[in-house]
């Protein structure tokens, strides 16, 4: 193997090793695996904010002929971002793991909607793929308000009849959004 070949293959690998580990990073929202404490990275004892943090992305592969797509359900992709939430191990966990799920559901209610609105508006990918910028802004925008009311009106998943409502709300609108779910 000359010099040349074997810099491009340890390159390559490299690149390789370094995709497949921040791949375990995310987690792809799925309707019946539900989050772990092992599925956070970072773990605290007795925290002084919160009993825990989610971070959530939503990601997407549009490009300028995806107005040929009919259906946009695998080109958007809602993630839990293990690297980036912690748990506190001393916490409630059971709740607070219910807590960090209804968020996760709660943000695959927006990804839903805008898979929906890519579908909808998929002509408008012959001039460009801003369109898809502009709509993951708005219904991430979206979801950062409703989590908002969420953590507000269930106390950050503690007020048991309140979690209990959303809960139970969440899934009708995951049941209405069900044609916009990811398939694999």
Do not use: P
């Amino acid at each position: 193997m000359t010099r040349k070949s074997l810099f491009v293959f340890l390159l390559l690998a490299g690149a390789a090793t370094s995709f497949a580990q921040t791949a375990n990073d995310y987690l792809l929202w799925n309707a019946t695996r539900r989050l772990r404490v092992d599925d956070f990275a970072m773990k605290t004892k007795q925290s002084e904010t919160t009993s825990s943090f989610g971070q959530f992305t939503v990601d997407y592969e549009v490009g300028g002929f995806s107005f040929f797509t009919r259906n946009f359900n695998q080109k958007v992709h809602n993630y839990f971002l293990r690297n980036a939430s912690w748990i506190d191990t001393t916490s409630n966990l059971l709740q607070t793991l219910r807590y960090q799920q209804t968020l996760f559901d709660l943000c695959e209610i927006y990804t839903r909607q805008f898979r929906r609105a890519l579908r909808e508006n998929r002509k408008q990918f012959l001039k460009g793929t801003d369109i898809a910028k502009a709509l993951n802004s708005q219904y991430m925008s979206e979801f950062a308000k409703r989590r908002v009311a969420y953590d507000g009106e269930t106390r950050f998943g503690t007020d048991g009849t309140a979690q209990k409502q959303w809960e139970a709300q969440i899934q009708k609108e995951l049941a209405a959004l069900d044609a916009n779910a990811y398939e694999k």
